[in-house]
């Protein structure tokens, strides 16, 4: 049984930063690529970062330079760092096994004065 459980989220202001986790069971994880994604009220889910199973990484322009992804292989847990965080981020934050159809329940961040 797939399980994806994300923490971290809060409320933060403007140009703060925080630190996403998402521990992964039921996958082969240290062979699996991970990614997170972003749901807004009212807007599309849409893809913030990937990590591949070998460490390549890859973001979405709005992020890039601000976020960080990475992963701990012994923990089976991919992290999102997120720093000089702004308005816009606001949104539920999901963590994904690449192509894959399973989702957690997501963590909310908020980023407001």
């Known amino acids: 049984q797939v399980q994806l459980v994300e923490s971290g989220g809060g409320l933060v202001q403007p140009g703060g930063s925080l630190r996403l986790s998402c521990a992964a069971s039921?996958?082969?994880?240290?062979?699996?690529?991970m990614a997170w994604f972003r749901q807004a009220p009212g807007q599309q889910r849409e893809l913030v970062a990937y990590?591949?199973?070998?460490?390549?990484?890859n973001y979405a322009d709005s992020v890039k330079g601000r976020f960080t992804i990475s992963r701990d292989n012994a923990k089976n847990t991919v992290y999102l760092q997120m720093n000089s965080l702004k308005s816009e981020d606001t949104a539920v934050y999901y963590c994904?096994?690449?192509?894959?159809?399973?989702w957690g329940q997501g963590t909310q961040v908020t980023v407001s004065e």
């Open positions: 990590i591949t199973s070998g460490g390549s990484t």
């Open positions: 039921g996958i082969r994880f240290s062979i699996t690529a």
């Open positions: 994904n096994a690449v192509g894959g159809p399973h």
